[in-house]
Structures are given as structure tokens and as C-alpha cells.
């Protein structure tokens, strides 16, 4: 079956821009996660949904990040006022039940350039 | 905050030999994984090794894990030029206000596997 796919994989913005990137879970994963890559670095986790509502958005690092999942499928982040610093390479994962011995599934990522 | 400090941060050995990674983390755990990442994109799940294990296999893959010194280590034997990425390892530790687990990664090792 399919992965996690998320779009688009390159994204160049420029700075105070606003940008959404999207993720599609593997089918009949309730448990979704987003985290971010900075180089040289281990993916720092964002936000945790399970089904719609985000479970637990302690990762997000101020009020310009935001996600959502209205249909409890397919999300999006959506970031405002970009800034150099968002640079990073930002993953998705899901996993069955979001339960602790879960096996999480990444999706290739997406590389965002804040210029 | 990352919470695993992966050792060494690069390793480099020719085909055949075997690679060992170390892996420390801070707080208690209820479980331990670890992850391959190719070319700084979508990370593969290896092995999860769970709090009440010292040892586990798989095929080529051996990970140990000492919760009383707070480390793990893989063991990848008779390693092949497609092992070389980078491998994290990764915490699972309870969110209890949110009711949730979260995967905190270190920074990683990148192994390079000469042919």
C-alpha cells in the first residue's frame, strides 16, 4: 500500500511569507505527527493529532506554526510570517493508534527554504 | 530539546566489518527505538527495543539497551556499502498531560560503509 506522502517536497519562500505544506497518512492511521529537521540535527517533534484533534502541540515553537486535520486524514501545517530560521526539512508521520510501541511511519519530507 | 546524544557522530569502516553505535539519553523511557535516515529525507523504523529488555535482533541489526545507565547501543554486523545513512535513536516518553508519547531524537551517527 501506499506511504506517507507529503507535498510539495521543495518549497522557496521569502521571508514574512506564509506558507502550508500537506501531508497524507497512511490510510487508517488515526495517529499523526508533524516534526522539523534542521541540519546536522534528529527531528524535533511539532505536533501530535490523533483523529481530528491535535493531542498534543507542546513541539510547536511559537503562535506563527499551526496544523490542523478537520477530516482526520490528510494535514496540513500551516506556518505565517516565515523566517529564516524556519529553514528546515519538515516530516510527517503516522502510525496506527498513536500508542507508545507504534511503529511510526515518515514520509519523505519537505525541504522549505526561507529566503 | 533533544534528549539522545548519539556516539560516535560519524563513523566511517570498510564492507564487511562490524558498526557499533552508542546512544545516551536523560529521563525514563518507556520504550527505545532506532531509525535510518537516507540522505537527510524520510526515516526508516529499524528496531524498537522496549524499557524491560536488555537485547534484541534483527536480521543483521542487534540492540542493546541498559535503562540503569540510561544507553543503547546497535550493532550492525557485516555491514554493506547500502547500510551507509545516518541512524538515530530515539526516546518514547509519556506526554502525561496530554495523554500522549513523543519521540525525542539525538542527533545521530552517519555511517559510511566503504566498498
Excluded at chain 1, 506522502?5 to 502550508?20: D, L
Excluded at chain 1, 482526520?72 to 500508542?99: F, H, N, P, W
Excluded at chain 2, 569502516?13 to 545516551?24: D, H, K, L, Y
Aim: one cysteine or more; aromatic letters at 8%; proline letters at 3%.
Amino acid at each position: 500500500g501506499a506511504g506517507v506522502s507529503q507535498t510539495p517536497s521543495n518549497k522557496v519562500t521569502e521571508k514574512g511569507k506564509y506558507v502550508e505544506l500537506r501531508c497524507d497518512p497512511i490510510s487508517g492511521h488515526t495517529a499523526l505527527y508533524w516534526y522539523r529537521q534542521s541540519l546536522g540535527q534528529g527531528p524535533e517533534f511539532l505536533i501530535y493529532f490523533q483523529g481530528t484533534g491535535a493531542a498534543d502541540d507542546s513541539g510547536l515553537p511559537n503562535d506563527r506554526f499551526f496544523a490542523v486535520r478537520p477530516e482526520g486524514s490528510v494535514s496540513t501545517l500551516k506556518i505565517q510570517r516565515t523566517e529564516r530560521g524556519d529553514s528546515a526539512v519538515y516530516l510527517c508521520a503516522s502510525s496506527l493508534m498513536g500508542l507508545a510501541t507504534d511503529t511510526q511511519y515518515f514520509g519523505p519530507g519537505t525541504r522549505l527554504t526561507v529566503l | 530539546s533533544q534528549q539522545g546524544e548519539e556516539d560516535p557522530q560519524a563513523l566511517s569502516i570498510q564492507e564487511g566489518e562490524n558498526a557499533t553505535m552508542n546512544c545516551s539519553y536523560k529521563t525514563s523511557i518507556n520504550n527505545l527505538q532506532w531509525y535510518r535516515q537516507n540522505s537527510g529525507r524520510g526515516l526508516v523504523h529499524l528496531i524498537l527495543i522496549r524499557s524491560n529488555e536488555r537485547e534484541k535482533h534483527s536480521g543483521r541489526l542487534r540492540v542493546t539497551l541498559d535503562t540503569s545507565k540510561k544507553s543503547s547501543s546497535l550493532l550492525i554486523t557485516a555491514s554493506r556499502a547500502a547500510d551507509t545513512a545516518s541512524y538515530f535513536c530515539a526516546t518514547v516518553v509519556a506526554n502525561s498531560g496530554a495523554g500522549s508519547y513523543q519521540l525525542t531524537f539525538g542527533k545521530g551517527t552517519k555511517l559510511s560503509v566503504i566498498p
